[in-house]
T-cell receptor, first 111, second 113 residues
Framework: GDSVTQMEGPVTLSEEAFLTINCTYT??????LFWYVQYPGEGLQLLLK?????DKGSNKGFEATYRKETTSFHLEKGSVQVSDSAVYFC??????????FGTGTKLQVIP | NAGVTQTPKFQVLKTGQSMTLQCAQD?????MSWYRQDPGMGLRLIHY???????DQGEVPNGYNVSRSTTEDFPLRLLSAAPSQTSVYFC????????????FGDGTRLSIL
């Protein structure tokens, strides 16, 4: 079946550091890929998405590129802020099938 | 546009009690799902539905029932609450098209004593 693998957390960075959270997937067909963010005490919200190979999703300074050749969708941000501290989930959709989530990566940004 | 609305936000139950967690969406989404999230853990899928009258089991369906009589509503029933069901429960919906993201409710924080 389909699966999503994320790097283990927690990830601790100083403010203004560069962020990479790795995400790789295994899936047949042509999934769409997503990053969701969950702030403390809240539900998940969409951060960005890409629906086909080589698409780049971007939002709030975060970016991720759908790489079919490496089955990856790594999340990057050039300069993190304290307000970016949250849990980040990588996920994939295919049609009407159930969504597959990674286990989540907790990011803590220190001033 | 309210999005996905979950009620209640908090609930405390005694072991053996039953209850229904409510979920409603006003986006005419075909696909709805229920997840549980335990402390420090990711999401685990309980049940999902691809349209009114159609439901299926996820990873952890035992102890939970669902039904989908309308597009808008997808209630989750706990049949006989157990302490192991203490968790935060999230409802989500999306269009059936796989290109669209899920929209999540704010969660129900459930404690079973």
């Amino acid at each position: 079946g389909d699966s999503v693998t994320q790097m283990e957390g927690p990830v601790t960075l100083s403010e203004e550091a560069f962020l990479t959270i790795n995400c790789t997937y295994t899936a047949t067909g042509y999934p769409s890929l997503f990053w969701y963010v969950q702030y403390p005490g809240e539900g998940l919200q969409l951060l960005l998405k890409a629906t086909k190979a080589d698409d780049k999703g971007s939002n709030k300074g975060f970016e991720a590129t759908y790489r079919k050749e490496t089955t990856s969708f790594h999340l990057e941000k050039g300069s993190v802020q304290v307000s970016d501290s949250a849990v980040y989930f990588c996920a994939l959709n295919k049609g009407y099938q159930k969504v597959t989530f990674g286990t989540g990566t907790k990011l803590q940004v220190i001033p | 546009n309210a999005g996905v609305t979950q009620t209640p936000k908090f609930q405390v139950l005694k072991t053996g009690q039953s209850m229904t967690l409510q979920c409603a969406q006003d986006m005419n989404h075909e696909y709805m799902s229920w997840y549980r999230q335990d402390p420090g853990m990711g999401l685990r899928l309980i049940h999902y539905s691809v349209g009114a009258g159609i439901t299926d089991q996820g990873e952890v369906p035992n102890g939970y029932n669902v039904s989908r009589s309308t597009t808008e509503d997808f209630p989750l029933r706990l049949l006989s609450a157990a302490p192991s069901q203490t968790s935060v429960y999230f409802c989500a919906s999306r269009e059936g098209n796989g290109n669209q993201p899920q929209h999540f409710g704010d969660g129900t924080r459930l404690s079973i004593l």
